[in-house]
């Protein structure tokens, strides 16, 4: 049901091949598709279609236009499958580092365009998913460095042990119905206010 619920963005300037895509799509009962053939403006088109999926479709993109799409890629944060008609490695290699979910050299046919298409979604929600992963990660590391940073500055201010510390802290979260980690923040933050030395 959700591949067949998807709104599809098809960019192509040539309408012969921009309708190949469009059949092969139509074909596996996507219905729920939209056909630009301009790229100017397309990040406001972009805005407006809200699409699920970005198919992009380049016959003899220059170097300016590659990178267009590569920086566009990078801001949209969605599936995004690219058909070149040639391509050399740089590009290749620009391609996966802007995000393209599948970036395909002299591949447009028919029939091919719905696998690459699943292929394109796949890869983009599970890289989604490994850079959501990673920032959780990333987040946690941050708490816990500012929840060691609070207790320092708790036993250092208020002669208290570490266990003792990380209590307070724990209790004002719990009275003030916030985060651990938010009240270490504040802590923080008070203590850098109030001179240095304190948060050190």
Do not use: C, W
């Not at 301009?38 to 479709?57: F, Q, S």
């Amino acid at each position: 049901m959700a591949s067949r619920s998807l709104a599809i963005l098809v960019i192509d300037e040539n309408r012969i091949r921009a309708s190949i895509i469009e059949a092969g799509l139509r074909e596996t009962g996507h219905d729920k598709i939209t056909v630009v053939h301009d790229i100017t403006g397309i990040a406001r088109t972009i805005a407006e279609v809200n699409p699920d999926v970005i198919v992009i479709d380049l016959e003899n993109p220059n170097r300016d236009m590659l990178e267009n799409m590569f920086q566009l890629s990078r801001a949209v944060k969605r599936p995004i499958a690219m058909f070149v008609d040639r391509s050399d490695r740089a590009s290749i290699e620009a391609a996966v580092e802007a995000g393209v979910s599948a970036y395909v050299v002299d591949g447009l046919k028919q029939e091919r365009v719905k696998p690459i298409l699943d292929m394109a979604i796949s890869r983009f929600n599970a890289f989604s998913r490994l850079a959501r992963e990673l920032e959780e990660v990333r987040s946690e590391l941050e708490n816990r460095k500012l929840i060691e940073r609070a207790k320092g500055i708790l036993m250092k201010s208020r002669g208290l042990s570490e266990e003792a510390a990380y209590a307070l802290l724990r209790k004002t979260a719990m009275n003030q119905n916030r985060r651990i980690a938010d009240i270490a923040q504040s802590l923080v933050t008070a203590a850098g206010l109030l001179g240095p030395g304190e948060d050190q």
